[in-house]
C-alpha cells in the first residue's frame, strides 16, 4: 500500500537528490520534529545539495498558521530520525518553531498536525497511539522535538476535544507570545543595523578604490617621469663633456682677446707717440700749417 501524499491541501517544494532513498518498507510510524529554524530556512536546507552525514529530510512541514508544506512523496525513504530501518517505515513531520530560544507552537499548527497524523493513519492502517506517534527524542538522543507536545497531537488526531481550563496556562502562553514577538522584532531590528553598517562599508570601500584609482595614476606618471628621468640621466656624461670643451674653447677665447688686448694697448701707446710726433713738428715748423 503506498501513495504520493496526504488528501489535505498541501504547497510542495522540492527536496534535493541524495536527501532521501527510494527503498520503502511497510509504513508502521509517524516521528514528529521540530525545525530549530525557520520555514525558509528548512525548506532551503532540504533543497540544498547535502554533505556527507547531513542528509537530512522530511516529508511534510508544518508552519506556525497550520500551512502544511510537502516536501516528499510518502513512497520516498526521508532520513529524518537518525535510524535508516526506522526512516524506511515511518512518516517525518517537521513543526516550524522559528529557532527561537523559546519553542513556541501555536494552536493551529497543532490542529492541522492532528489533521494530518490521522490522515496518515488512516490510509496505512496505523494505530493512533503513543507506540506509533512519536518524538524524534524517542529514536536517538537528541532535544528535538522541543517544546512539542506530541500526546496532544496523538489525543487530537483521536478526534478528543483539547480543553485547557488553567487560566495560569493561558497567561504564561500569551506571555511566551509576547515574548517571541519581542525577539523577532529585535532581530527585525539588528537586521536593519546590519544592512545599514553593509551599505556604510560599501560607500567607504567605493571611497577607497577611488583613492586606490588616484594612487595608481600617479605611480603611472610617476613611472613615466622616471623613464624620462633615466633617459636624461644617460645624456649627462656626453652633456658634461660638451661643457668641458665648451670651457676649453671659452678659455682658448679669452686667450685670444688678452692677446687682442695687448695688441690694442700696444697700438694705443704707438698712436700716442706719433700724436706727440706731430705735434713737435707742427711746432717746429716743419710742416706747414
Not at 507552537?105 to 494505530?127: E, G, K, W
Not at 527524542?137 to 487530537?156: M, Q
Not at 678659455?251 to 713737435?280: D, P
Request: charged share 25%; hydrophobic share 35%; with cysteine.
Amino acid at each position: 500500500m503506498k501513495r504520493e501524499e496526504t488528501t489535505i491541501s498541501n504547497i510542495e517544494f522540492e527536496t534535493a537528490d541524495g536527501r532521501f532513498g527510494t527503498q520503502r518498507s511497510p509504513i508502521d510510524l509517524i516521528v514528529l520534529h521540530s525545525t530549530a529554524g525557520t520555514l525558509q530556512s528548512t525548506i532551503s536546507l532540504f533543497g540544498s545539495a547535502p554533505q556527507a552525514g547531513k542528509e537530512t529530510s522530511a516529508h511534510y512541514v508544518i508552519e506556525n498558521d497550520g500551512r502544511l508544506y510537502q516536501g516528499l512523496e510518502e513512497y520516498y525513504t526521508a532520513y529524518h530520525c537518525g535510524n535508516l530501518e526506522k526512516n524506511k517505515r515511518s512518516i517525518g513531520i517537521e513543526h516550524v518553531d522559528n529557532g527561537a530560544n523559546v519553542r513556541l507552537h501555536t494552536d493551529a499548527q497543532y490542529t492541522m498536525s492532528a489533521r494530518l497524523v490521522r490522515d496518515i493513519c488512516q490510509f496505512y492502517n496505523i494505530p493512533i497511539d503513543s507506540a506509533h506517534i512519536v518524538p524524534h527524542s524517542s529514536i536517538v538522543a537528541t532535544a528535538c522535538p522541543n517544546g512539542l507536545d506530541v500526546e496532544r497531537i496523538i489525543r487530537e488526531a483521536k478526534g478528543e476535544v483539547v480543553v485547557d481550563d488553567c487560566p495560569a496556562k493561558l497567561l504564561e502562553k500569551t506571555k511566551l507570545e509576547t515574548d517571541l514577538r519581542g525577539v523577532i522584532t529585535h532581530k527585525d531590528e539588528l537586521l536593519q543595523s546590519l544592512q545599514d553598517n553593509i551599505g556604510a562599508k560599501n560607500s567607504q570601500i567605493a571611497t577607497l578604490e577611488n583613492k586606490s584609482q588616484e594612487l595608481a595614476n600617479q605611480l603611472t606618471l610617476c613611472q613615466n617621469s622616471n623613464a624620462s628621468y633615466l633617459e636624461i640621466a644617460k645624456k649627462v656624461p656626453e652633456m658634461e663633456n660638451l661643457i668641458k670643451e665648451q670651457e676649453k674653447s671659452l678659455q682658448s677665447l679669452k686667450g685670444e682677446i688678452t692677446n687682442y688686448q695687448k695688441t690694442i694697448g700696444a697700438y694705443k701707446e704707438r698712436w700716442t707717440l706719433l700724436k706727440w710726433s706731430l705735434k713737435k713738428l707742427i711746432i717746429e715748423k716743419v710742416l706747414p700749417i
